[in-house]
């Protein structure tokens, strides 16, 4: 059943469903995420131990290094990445990861996103579209 539908932001394009895995705090990639397990290990994050693997990996916006990028890339090559990604402010170090990755990305206003983590997300990229 849908509950929602709301407009996004495309930022790479994609069609996905899979899910949820939230948080209120921004994500750094480089030292935060181990690219090899999809395991977030920052010491005292909102979510530290839960995996991105085929998560639809929802957070305010990205934080840290620019090698941030490359751990989303190497986390993907891996078959450890995220199957989308949702910000409310897509930042380019994250924007990048996601498009050398291929990982499908949009933004929307996170206040409007009635959604927890385990609920069913889908992302129509194409036609911007975020469905929950």
């Known amino acids: 059943m849908i509950k929602m539908r709301l407009n996004c ?16 705090e921004p994500i750094s990639f480089l030292g935060g995420v181990n690219p090899e ?9 909102e979510i530290e131990g839960e995996c ?3 998560k639809i990996l929802i957070f305010p916006c990205g934080k840290g290094s620019t ?6 890339y190497a986390a993907k090559k891996n078959g450890v990445g995220p199957k989308a990604i949702i910000n409310s402010e897509s930042e380019p170090i994250v924007v990048v ?16 996103l009635n959604v927890k983590t ?11 579209v975020v469905i929950f």
């Not at 397990?37 to 994050?45: L, N, S």
Request: charged share 30%; net charge negative.
């Open 9 to 24: 932001r495309v930022i790479n394009k994609g069609n996905v469903e899979g899910e949820a895995l939230i948080t209120k």
């Open 37 to 45: 397990t999809g395991v977030i290990v920052e010491r005292g994050h």
């Open 52 to 54: 991105i693997k085929d």
């Open 67 to 72: 090698v941030g990028s490359y751990v989303v």
């Open 97 to 112: 990861g996601a498009i050398i990755s291929d990982i499908p990305i949009v933004e929307v206003d996170l206040t409007d």
């Open 118 to 128: 385990g609920d069913k997300v889908i992302i129509d990229a194409e036609n911007g």
